[in-house]
C-alpha cells in the first residue's frame, strides 16, 4: 500500500476540484488530486458553455487562460413566447454580461495550469471511500491506476466528485442525505456543424415545449429541446430532430448541419442536507444539481470553491476556524438562491405532460411580465449573469 501525506485531499478534478486545488497553491496550500478518470476522457466529455461574469473573472487570472481569447461575451439572450421574441439586454440592465466558453476548454485551462504547477494531480485513481471524517486526520482509501491500494492522508477531505459523488456516499452513506426535485422532462441535446442561427442564445417556450438554441464555435452548434425522460436518443431521424428544434423556435430560421453528437439530459434538483462533516467537505455536483435552464451548475460549483478556498487557508495557515465553521451556511444561501433561479427558468419556460391550459396560459403571463417590465428583465439579468462572489 502507497502512503502519501498532504495537507488538502481533494476527490474529483472537474471545475470544482481543480480551480480549489488553485486556489489553495496560491495560498501556500498543498493539495493532492485525484480523479478515476483519464485526462482525455475528462478533457473531452462536452458540458455546459456558459460561464457568469464572476466565474469568468476568477478563471482568467489562472496563467495560460483562453477565456478571454477563445471565450466569447454575451450582453444579452433572447427570450422567445408566443411567437416573439424579447432581448434581455444585460448589460444595459446590470452592467454584467456571461461568456460562452464550454466546460471542456475550462477544464484543459486548469489541467494545463495545474500540471505547469507542479500539482500532485492523478487521473485513473479510483476512490473507494473516506475514513476518519470525525478526527483530525481523514484520509482517502483508493486503488491507483496500476491496481495498488493508495492512502491518502491529509488535514481535510474535500469531495469534488459529481452528483454520484463517493466521498459523500462513503461519509453520509445511501442516497437519503439530502433533498430533491424530479422534473417530468429532460433535453434532448445535439452538437452540429452549422454557424450561429442567432447571434444571442434563444430560450424558447413554444406551445410543443422548450427549446435552448445555444453556441459552441462559429462552426459547432449546441442545441437542446425538450422531450420525455426515456426517450431512446438513437430512436429520432436528424429531419425528426430539426423539425422539432424549428417547430419550437418559430421566430427564427435554423442553420441545419450534420448532427455530430446527441445525448439525452435527465435533470433534477438536489441539494445535500450537511456539505460538511469534520473534517470532509463536498463541493460542486457532489453538494447540489440543478436542472440546467440558465447554467447555474459549473458557476456554482466555483462559487463554492471560492468560499471554501477562503475557510481553508483561513484554517489551514491562520488556524482560525471561523470561515470553516461559517461556510456550509455561506455556501447554502447561495445555493438555493441558484436552485430557485434554475426551477424558476425551468418550470417558466417547460411544459409539462398533461399541463392544463390555465397552467400553460399562466405560465406565458409570467414570461410576459417578466419580458414587459424593467424589473423583471433586471430580476433575471442579475440572476444569470450571477450574484456577486464571495
Ligand atoms: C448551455 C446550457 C445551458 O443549460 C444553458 O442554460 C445555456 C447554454 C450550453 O450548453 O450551451
Known amino acids: 500500500m502507497t502512503v502519501l501525506r498532504t495537507r488538502v485531499a481533494i476527490v474529483g478534478a472537474g471545475p470544482a476540484g481543480l480551480l480549489l486545488s488553485h486556489l489553495l497553491a496560491r495560498a501556500g496550500i498543498a493539495s493532492v488530486l485525484l480523479d478515476s478518470r483519464s485526462r482525455q476522457e475528462i478533457e473531452t466529455t462536452i458540458r455546459a458553455g456558459i460561464l457568469e461574469q464572476g466565474t469568468v473573472e476568477i478563471l482568467g487570472e489562472i496563467p495560460g487562460s483562453r477565456v478571454h481569447s477563445v471565450g466569447r461575451r454575451h450582453d444579452g439572450i433572447e427570450l422567445a413566447f408566443d411567437g416573439e421574441g424579447h432581448r434581455i439586454d444585460f448589460a444595459g440592465l446590470v452592467g454584467r454580461g456571461v461568456w460562452l466558453y464550454p466546460q471542456h476548454e475550462v477544464l484543459r485551462d486548469l489541467v494545463a495550469a495545474r500540471l505547469a504547477d507542479g500539482q500532485d494531480l492523478r487521473f ?10 470525525d478526527t483530525a486526520a481523514p484520509g482517502v482509501l483508493a486503488t491507483d491506476a496500476e491496481g495498488r491500494p493508495l492512502r491518502l492522508e ?10 454520484h459523488s463517493i466521498v459523500r456516499r462513503s461519509v453520509w452513506g445511501g442516497h437519503a442525505a439530502g433533498m430533491f426535485r424530479e422534473y417530468p422532462y429532460a433535453w434532448f441535446g445535439i452538437l452540429c456543424e452549422a454557424p450561429p442561427s442567432a447571434e444571442e442564445l434563444i430560450y424558447s417556450r413554444s406551445a410543443d415545449g422548450f427549446a435552448l438554441i445555444s453556441q459552441r464555435s462559429p462552426t459547432i452548434q449546441r ?9 431512446d436518443p438513437a430512436s429520432m431521424s436528424d429531419a425528426q430532430i430539426w423539425d422539432t428544434l424549428q417547430r419550437r423556435v418559430p421566430g427564427t430560421t435554423l442553420h441545419e448541419g450534420a448532427i455530430i453528437q446527441r445525448d439525452v439530459l435527465r435533470f433534477r434538483s438536489f441539494v445535500a442536507s450537511d456539505l460538511r462533516r469534520g473534517r470532509v467537505v463536498i463541493v460542486g455536483d457532489a453538494a447540489h444539481t440543478v436542472p440546467p435552464t440558465g447554467a447555474k451548475g459549473m458557476n456554482l460549483a466555483v462559487a463554492d470553491v471560492v468560499l471554501l478556498a477562503e475557510a481553508l487557508e483561513a484554517s489551514l495557515t491562520r ?22 433561479f434554475s ?6 419556460l417547460h411544459v409539462a405532460p398533461g399541463q392544463s391550459e390555465f397552467d400553460a396560459r399562466r405560465a406565458l403571463g409570467e414570461l410576459r411580465t417578466v419580458a414587459e417590465s424593467e424589473a423583471g428583465r433586471t430580476y433575471l439579468a442579475e440572476g444569470y449573469t450571477g450574484w456577486p462572489l464571495g
Open 124 to 133: 485513473g485513481v479510483t476512490v473507494e471511500g473516506v475514513e476518519g471524517a
Open 154 to 163: 491529509a488535514e481535510v477531505v474535500v469531495g469534488a466528485d459529481g452528483s
Open 223 to 231: 442545441m437542446y429541446f425538450q422531450c420525455d425522460p426515456d426517450l
Open 319 to 340: 488556524a482560525d476556524e471561523r470561515p470553516f465553521d461559517a461556510f456550509a451556511e455561506r455556501a447554502l444561501r447561495r445555493i438555493w438562491k441558484a436552485q430557485h
Open 343 to 348: 426551477w424558476w427558468m425551468t418550470s417558466m
